[in-house]
């Protein structure tokens, strides 16, 4: 056996192991799509940068199974409307994919450069149903082909929470959640954004603590319920939710 097969049969055992633990049995066919997502992500970082995690079983831990971590608020996505907002590599969306074939998926992720990857994974893996916009989600919040109708807004590691709720929350349909993946100081930022989620139309934020693999720093997801209407002003156009922060 060669360095690089240990290397990924103890990676590969990190992503199994650890969504057993919360209830997902992944298949050999999804291993292998992970498998092949890992070669195409370190290939393309030679080049790209998407990410500064290169070591095997990093990958399997800090980025798909932190991905697969959504599933513990979103449950079963099969047949949900999902868009991943500022989706750089991929995460959470496409190991989300990976796991529910059935999901409708958009990826928006606003370089270019970066949505030319997605493409080459989703081409790769021979993933249905996704869609790939060199978009900012300013501009996807204010178009009514994307404005009001998702089940889930996911984003992981972009901007503050009250941010992202102007990025998010517009895109859910009523009902719908906004789902954030939030470090150790997410319940303070998301105390600071109550005015803002209220605002555009959230109700009260819940928050879930997950503990990955190995990781001494947990994870939080955080939840937020679309249970009024967005006013038709937000998103601003963009670049100013991010300069002036709603209820900042």
Known sequence: ??????????????????AAAWGLELTAGQLAHFARYQELLL???????????????????????????????????????????????GFPGLPLKI???????????????????????????????????????????QQATHRGRYDWAVARAVAAMAVLAEYLLPLCRPGGRMLAQKGPGAAEETQAAAEAIRLLGGGPASLHAVRLPGREEGRVLVVVEKVGETPARYPRRPGIPAKRPLGG
Not at 48 to 74: E, K, M, W, Y
Not at 103 to 110: A, F, K, M, P, R
Not at 121 to 136: P, S, T
């Open 43 to 89: 290939a393309w970082n030679e080049r790209l940068n998407l990410t500064a995690i290169t070591g095997p079983a990093d990958i399997q831990v800090r980025h798909f199974l932190d991905s697969l971590s959504c599933t513990l608020v979103t449950g079963d996505l099969t047949g949900q409307r999902v868009v991943d907002v500022g989706a750089g590599a």
């Open 99 to 141: 796991l529910y074939p059935g999901l409708q998926l958009v990826l928006v992720e606003s370089v270019v450069k970066k949505t030319r990857f997605l493409e080459a994974v989703v081409a790769d893996l021979g993933l249905q149903d996704v869609a790939i916009l060199a978009e900012r989600a300013e501009t996807l919040g």
């Open 1 to 18: 056996m060669t360095r690089k097969s240990r290397s990924w049969n103890v990676a590969v055992s990190f992503l199994a192991e650890g």
